[in-house]
C-alpha cells in the first residue's frame, strides 16, 4: 500500500494482556516501548489496545495471561484495571 497516497497518519495495534502482565504484580511493557519507537521513527502516530480476554474467533485468542487460570481461584475473574491503577505509562 502506498502510505502517500492514502494519506496514512498512524495505526492501531491491540496487544494481548498476556503480552505484558507476565505474573502477577509484574509487568513488562518491552514489546508496547518497541512498537512505539518503531512507529515514532516513521513519523506516525501510534494508538494501542490491550485486548483482555480469551474467544474462539479469529484463530483463537489467548490474551489472558497463563497465570491467572492456574493461580486465581474464581477462574480469571482478575482485576486487571486494579493493578494498573497505581502506575504510569511511560
Known amino acids: 500500500m502506498k502510505t502517500r497516497r492514502y494519506s ?8 494481548n494482556w498476556s503480552d505484558v502482565h507476565v505474573a502477577p504484580g509484574v ?19 501510534a494508538a494501542i489496545g ?13 490474551a489472558t495471561p497463563a497465570w491467572v487460570w492456574q493461580n486465581d481461584p474464581r477462574r480469571g475473574h482478575y ?9 504510569r505509562l511511560p
Do not use: E, M, P
Open 79 to 87: 482485576r486487571f484495571l486494579y493493578h494498573l491503577a497505581d502506575r
Open 8 to 15: 496514512l497518519v498512524g495505526n492501531l495495534y491491540t496487544f
Open 27 to 45: 509487568f513488562d511493557w518491552t514489546i508496547i516501548d518497541q512498537y512505539l519507537t518503531r512507529v515514532a521513527a516513521s513519523g506516525k502516530r
Open 50 to 62: 490491550i485486548s483482555t480476554y480469551n474467544a474462539r474467533c479469529c484463530g483463537g485468542i489467548n
